[in-house]
């Protein structure tokens, strides 16, 4: 995957920033990124390695059964031979992360409360 990644990313940058694919082997390693990707290969361990990281601003994203309620904000799935993504809302407030209601809306499964649109005005309100 990181592999993958690096041949996706090269020559990009985020604002003026480059992107910047690292592989780790610890969690003390991923305190300072911006995103984390933990592969199913590492699925048995994710409770382990998102403890460290639970209340830091990152993004994590695994692809493993299970992974949402490990602590990831997204997790990714294979449904129907297509690979869709499942995000869980109260990771993202715990880590200080915002979803986009768009990305939100093509998300397979939204686990917890999104945010609330105030309700409509009445007639009376107006």
């Not at 610890?26 to 933990?38: C, G, K, M, T, W």
């Not at 048995?44 to 403890?51: K, Y």
Request: proline share 5%.
């Amino acid at each position: 995957m990181a592999t993958r990644l690096e041949a996706l990313v090269e020559n990009h940058s985020v604002g003026n920033r480059p992107i910047d694919v690292k592989l780790i082997s610890n969690p003390s390693e991923a305190r300072d990124v911006q995103l984390l990707f933990i592969g199913s290969r590492r699925s048995a361990d994710l409770p382990v390695l998102l403890q460290g990281l639970r209340d830091r601003n990152i993004l994590i994203i695994t692809d493993a059964s299970g992974g949402l309620a490990a602590g990831s904000t997204i997790n990714f799935l294979i449904v129907d031979e297509r690979v869709r993504f499942e995000v869980s809302m109260e990771a993202a407030r715990r880590s200080g992360l915002v979803i986009s209601s768009q990305l939100l809306s093509v998300a397979v499964r939204v686990q917890g409360q999104r945010m609330q649109s105030p309700p409509p005005l009445t007639k009376e309100h107006r």
